[in-house]
């Protein structure tokens, strides 16, 4: 089975802080994503990366930034946390191209106070 | 730009009705088309995938079909049972350079199957 595992299931932060939040796969794909989940907005996508270095901002990239250095791992930095980053954040992976099917992690729910 | 809705928002269910998910797309050009489970305070779990050039795909209780050509997609649920109580998601990839990796999301039906 195809595992992405996120490095925390629950995080509380403080405005201003740095923030890192991790994510792993196990199956060697090309892809990874970061989404935030906020109730009425749906998922919507922050950074994605294709490649080891390789990054592309999504639709709301402002106020966060990516590494990808080794192929599995994804990280997602909050340079400067602000309680409008309060949220749900998703990573996925998938292999490609050609796009299959996506994978998701269990989810970091991030409270900035 | 691509624009995916999933209606109705909610649905309420008594166990072992037979049901039927909708989700629509504005850009009828995807490369294919997800669909996800997820359970309150949890990430998504990938139940489905039905590829451009496909009509359905089948999973044990669950058949989702694609009518690419309308934009739309359906999720069948048979014999639900209150296990299947989750909110459940469809996502598409669209066929453009740069961007056929990413999917966009519609918000979601919330399912309650009542025991």
Known sequence: DVKVTQSSRYLVKRTGEKVFLECVQ???????????QDPGLGLRLIYFSYDVKMKEKGDIPEGYSVSREKKERFSLIL???STNQTSMY????SLGPPPTEAFFGQGTRLTVV | KQE???IPAALSVPEGENLVLNCSFTD????NLQWFRQDPGKGLT???LIQSSQREQTSGRLNASLDKSSGRSTLYIAASQPGDSATYLCAVRIISSGSARQLTFGSGTQLTVLP
């Open chain 2, 4 to 6: 995916v809705t999933q």
């Open chain 2, 28 to 31: 009828s050009a995807i490369y």
């Open chain 1, 79 to 81: 340079e400067s946390a």
């Open chain 2, 46 to 48: 990938s139940l489905l």
């Open chain 1, 90 to 93: 998703l990573c996925a992976s």
């Open chain 1, 26 to 36: 196990d199956m060697d794909h090309e892809n990874m994503f970061w989404y935030r």
